[in-house]
């Protein structure tokens, strides 16, 4: 047994060596989505996801700080939350554990109350590659709004890169920088005589995207913004309004260079999710597929067709999902 726990001491203590190499003083940039159940009956549940950057000052300690989006089960309410996040390892070898205890404030968007937010989480880390991790968790929640609180229970998953000691500068050049105009179809909603239509709607797209472990799949963070017409319309009145849209979310692309043309032209296949602010805030998924064309090593012109929803209002305020098809072309870089 003595020579059993000797062996398996050494093999734990490599595995620390390795994994250390460069750790400290080395930047993180990462992706962690998140789903909390409430304790209560009928308290319902929280979606998170939060993009994260930060240090580790020691082998053991690290802290950063992050934002991103947070809403209930029901994509019904959305917040926008701001915080600080350490971490302490209890080892250092390749697969490890770790304590996280996260902290900060959700700033609502959506006409409620913003609350403060603790999140404590027992989390194990295990590498994809030698600058990409994965991890998953679980821990607690706890929310205070006005003096009362909420209590959760709830995972967490994402992927962190390292800098491996090169700097963040480092790692902003392998990302892609997607930036594109944008424009939706119209989409209305019809109850009765009245109807509602958004239409004329033109923007801005930006993304950054980062390389993941499987070979042509890129994943990261976006935002459009733009303006559209809001017109409604009825047997008693007609009213158009122009308005400002923001969309903010997570993107995911996987190129199909396997089917390359020319060694310049590829399909490929995209993922958007996120807080759509088209007339009122509301959780929205837009798959699509695109072409790009080759313009340098790693530049291109690309032209992408997806399907969206927005969310309108009938006659007698109830809300409604009505689908849009939305157009781009763009210059990643």
Do not use: W
Request: charged share 20%; glycine share 12%; with cysteine.
């Amino acid at each position: 047994m003595k020579h059993l726990f000797t062996t398996f001491a050494a093999v734990m203590l490599c595995l620390g060596v390795s994994a250390q190499d460069g750790k400290k003083g080395t930047n993180e940039f990462s992706f962690n989505v998140g789903y909390d159940f409430g304790l209560k009956k009928g308290q319902g549940g929280m979606v998170t996801f939060q993009p994260e950057y930060g240090r580790n000052f020691t082998d053991q300690f690290y802290l950063g700080a992050g934002t991103g989006l947070a809403a209930d089960d029901k994509f019904d309410a959305f917040a926008i939350p701001v915080f600080l996040r350490a971490e302490v390892d209890f080892t250092t070898t390749k697969i490890r554990p770790y304590l996280s205890l996260q902290g900060g404030y959700d700033i609502s968007v959506s006409g409620g109350d913003g609350c403060v937010r603790l999140n404590p989480v027992v989390v194990v880390k295990a590498p994809l590659s030698k600058t990409v991790d994965f991890n998953i968790g679980f821990g607690y929640t706890r929310t205070i709004v006005n003096g009362r609180g909420g209590d959760f229970l709830g995972f967490k998953a994402g992927v962190n890169f390292n800098s491996q000691g090169r700097g963040f500068g480092d790692f902003l050049k392998k990302l892609d920088y997607n930036v594109e105009l944008e424009t939706y179809t119209p989409a209305s909603v019809k109850d009765g005589d009245y109807k509602q239509t958004l239409t004329g709607c033109f923007g801005l797209n930006l993304a950054a995207i980062a390389p993941m472990p499987l070979e042509n799949l890129y994943a990261g963070v976006s935002v459009g913004f733009g303006r559209y017409t809001d017109k409604y319309k009825s047997q008693t009145y007609e009213d158009k309004t122009s308005e400002v849209y923001l969309n903010a979310g997570v993107r995911a692309r996987y190129k199909v260079k396997q089917l390359m043309l020319a060694d310049k032209i590829y399909p490929f296949a995209q993922l958007d999710m996120g807080l759509g602010g088209f007339y009122e805030p509301s959780f929205t998924v837009n798959p699509a597929i695109g072409v790009s064309f080759m313009t340098g090593d790693k530049e291109s012109v690309d032209v992408t067709l997806g399907y969206t929803t927005m969310s309108l209002e009938d006659e007698m305020g109830d809300t409604k999902k009505k689908g849009s098809l939305r157009i781009a072309v763009g210059y990643t870089f």
